[in-house]
């Protein structure tokens, strides 16, 4: 079967920047791959038997990648939890309700198409304990059938997983505290560790293929044992250089840990244990130092990069400008909570856009551009997920991933410039509401803002319900518990902090 994706404007590859763009083009389709892009009437006349999708006047693109993303579906704000410091909600998360992996799933995966999200990373988060493997695939299935693609990395933390440095913290609790947080706070680090290649094993084995991905997570890089880190970048390497995507650096604690434990910066503590390489994926990176840069760099180690979370979480702003001048690659990640609330990804290519056009005192100084940003949640981002070559771009021979977006909002409401290039209109102007039209893999998943592969309004219901019941009282009892032990937290990492910290950024200045 053939379908010919028509636009007013086609973006190809948003590396190419201008040369990629074909007006009046089309994208012709065939199966699940892309077969030929050029003029639609060209196109039209070598294929009069193919289907037409899209009218003329919009805008075809490649499908948008969300590059790290912990697939809630319900936002912690959504689930009764304010975002705060990291460290903070580490204990206020358990007063979140838990819904059934199916629902949760689903309605990621609608919440991510709806906005022109083709294909998103869920970073599993300690994957772990007896029911993790039967879980792991009802999400991944769950995925799966509502036709997203899908890149999955089950994660864990195989130590520290309340605090960091587990036997310091103990030690400024009393007796009767210390009774309380200590069966939280140790882990059996080898167990944790077995169970996780086992099931990793497991899931590589009956999901990875050319249209899924199965990669590995030691979730962050500071609360892994140096074996575990080493054990999966080998693993890693064994399978072909398949991505490691690691949390590293998303706070000032993290940072201070480092220099405590291992008297480097983790970049370095990673370095020398051989884990910065081209299928190393540092998600946040915030508290990076210009040498960490550069050794990250030096590497060829990629970013990803969630603005509106960072800013939600009090993280700080990765210096992403920097990262790019350095050439690494960055890539966009939602991290479950977007600027609106909505896990609307071209309003977080807005806010990356924003955020990261950094003031200066020199008015030659270069500038972050729209083909920049929108590599972020293409070309970069499928490098970075496993997908490089296959997916990220509309070219012959790669995955049929696209979206078809309104340009009547953009480009009558009431008037624009044809000065203006289609690349910044739409880094500007364009809203997840605009996406009409949503095609993975040859299938047409989103029609006319219509969701194809379930039923939309029975979701949401089923949703609804399901949150409605809450948390049980033991859960409750759970986090009624952690909470007596944050304060003690807050006052353990106090202590690590230097007073000054150099930043990235000058935004504004007092003299
Ligand atoms: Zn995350």
Redesign the pocket.
Known sequence: MKTLVRGKYVITDAAARETGIIEDGAVLVEGKYVRATGRFAELRQLHPEAAVVGDGQQLVLPGLIDA???GRGLSPLQKGVPNDFLENNLFDWAFMPVLDPELITALCAVRHIRNGSTLIHN?A?DTTGSGAADQAATTIKAYLATGIRLAYSPGVRNIDRLVLDTDGFLATLSAELRAVAEPLARTDSKLIEEEYFALFAELYRTYQSEDTRIFLSPSWAQACTAEFLIRAKEEADRLGKIPIHM?CL?TPVQKAFSLRKYGKTAIAYLADLGLLDENTVL??SIWVTQEDIRLMAEHNVAVTS?PS?NLGMRNGITPVYELLRQGIRVAV?M??KTINDDEDIIMELRMMHKLHRVPGYRLDTPVLDAFTVLEMATGHAASVVGFAGKAGALRPGMLADLIVVDLDRMLNSPWMSDQTGIADIFIHRALGTDVASVIIGGRLVMEDRKITTLDEEALYREVRKAADKGITSAMRRQAETLQQLKPYCQSWYNTWLEPEQHAFYQVNSRR
Request: aromatic content about 8%; charged content about 15%; proline content about 0%.
């Open positions: 790290h993303s912990h970073n988060f949390h998303q998600a946040h969630h979370c990640g991290d479950d």
